[in-house]
């Protein structure tokens, strides 16, 4: 997988291969990006600080993460990852799909432990830092999954399968008390999920408030409102954030005209996008297409 490819929110590539459903990649910020927006998949991802700190939103609570946490993310929840200031983070994305560790209809840890722990129904730590008796226990089974991983023996996919094991049977002995989302947080995420995925699809249109209170049936100072409260900015804001992660991308990956990026990424005036770009990141989009260039 291309790293760039995660810069839309909503995932549709295809992370693992379907013999053996299970990936690792390392990643860095702000060398390879500034930001990766919120977006879901249908993998389970583990997020392996290794050096640094950041910050990492999990379902729209977000936490600064820092070398050796571990962030467990489930199928279908929202997150993202930030740079913190003008901090620099490394880790390790750990990628695979669940349905890897069911052998069939009958299999008891499957209908007991690994579909309710996918469907959300095990309340799971999410964000596994140092301070946690059993942290030691999660660590070494993402260390031992690297090392095989790395060496692939014969026969290494039994073993991470193992590991993988050992490391949910750790999260779901060590589970918190149930405190399930309630109805109204989990129609607010339904509801972001659809404001995000209109905009991941219509980001180079033209996209209004008018056309987003529409789309979520509120009234517009109501979507407003709605908006900021889960998102903590505006929909403007975060349509031209999003914009401009396009814009980066783009910048990166084809040898386009900037006049075209700005077109492609949603900005009608060139002078507007030039002008929003310098703001976030701090440089012209020339400056960033050539930043690591010799």
């Not at 053996?20 to 997020?47: G, R, T």
């Not at 990852?81 to 840890?109: F, T, V």
């Amino acid at each position: 997988m291309q790293i760039k490819e995660y810069q839309n929110y909503h995932e549709t590539q295809k992370h693992t291969s379907s013999d053996f459903p299970f990936n690792i990649y390392l990643c860095s910020i702000p060398q390879d990006f500034i930001q990766i927006p919120l977006h879901w998949h249908n993998e389970m991802e583990l997020i392996v600080i290794k050096k640094g700190t950041g910050l990492v939103s999990v379902d729209l609570h977000t936490e600064t993460v820092s070398s050796g946490d571990i962030v467990c993310i489930l199928p279908g929840q929202l997150h993202s990852i930030e740079q913190k200031e003008q901090a620099h983070m490394e880790y390790e994305n750990i990628l695979l799909q669940p349905s890897m560790l069911i052998s069939g209809e009958q299999d008891l840890c499957a209908s007991q432990y690994i579909l309710p722990l996918t469907a959300g129904k095990l309340s799971l730590e999410r964000f596994i830092t140092p301070d946690l008796s059993w942290h030691p226990e999660a660590a070494r089974c993402i260390y031992e999954i690297d090392q095989l991983s790395d060496l692939h023996p014969d026969g290494y996919q039994l073993a991470v399968k193992g590991w993988l094991f050992q490391f949910l049977f750790t999260l779901i002995t060590n589970q918190k008390s149930r405190d399930s989302a309630s109805k109204a947080t989990a129609n607010s995420l339904l509801k972001l999920k659809t404001i995000l995925g209109y905009v991941e699809a219509h980001y180079g249109e033209s996209i209004t408030i008018d056309q987003m209170a529409a789309l979520t049936y509120y009234s517009k100072s109501h979507f407003m409102k709605f908006f900021k409260q889960h998102m903590g900015m505006g929909f403007t804001e975060y349509l031209n954030t999003y914009r401009l992660t396009i814009a980066c991308h783009l910048l990166d990956s084809t040898e386009d005209t900037i006049l075209d990026i700005s077109v492609q990424s949603g900005f009608d005036s060139p002078s507007y996008f030039n002008r929003l770009f310098k703001r976030k990141y701090q440089m012209t989009p020339k400056n960033y297409r050539s930043r690591y260039k010799l």
